[in-house]
């Protein structure tokens, strides 16, 4: 199994992310998936998260309106569009399978700086 997220880096105030996370070794459409985030000194916390067919969506209140979380039955992949980013984005996102056993990918960081 083996979950595995791309897509972060370095942006400045205001721009746009679209982080990946490829998935292999399970049945990926039976699971939900979700985005999580761990900011330095915090706990992690759920950013958003999507049923097994796309048709259930839901984000934390501080992400609304400026992140949108997709995913790719196809292309074993979900994705999370990061816009409008500010400092308090900047995390290790880390992407989450869940159905009857949890998985998790190792992260990819997200720094929002000028």
């Known amino acids: 199994v083996q979950l595995v997220e791309s897509g972060g880096g370095l942006v400045q105030p205001g721009g746009s992310l679209r982080l990946s996370c490829a998935a292999s070794?399970?049945?990926?459409?039976?699971?939900?998936m979700s985005w999580f985030r761990q900011a330095p000194g915090k706990e992690r916390e759920l950013v958003a998260q999507?049923?097994?067919?796309?048709?259930?969506?839901n984000y934390a209140d501080s992400v609304k309106g400026r992140f949108s979380i997709s995913r790719d039955n196809v292309k074993n992949t979900v994705y999370l569009q990061m816009n409008s980013l500010n400092a308090e984005d900047t995390a290790v996102y880390y992407c989450?399978?869940?159905?009857?056993?949890?998985?998790w990918g190792q992260g990819t960081q997200v720094t929002v700086s000028s």
């Open positions: 989450r399978a869940v159905h009857i056993f949890s998985y």
């Open positions: 070794g399970f049945t990926f459409s039976t699971y939900v």
């Open positions: 999507i049923g097994r067919n796309g048709g259930s969506v």
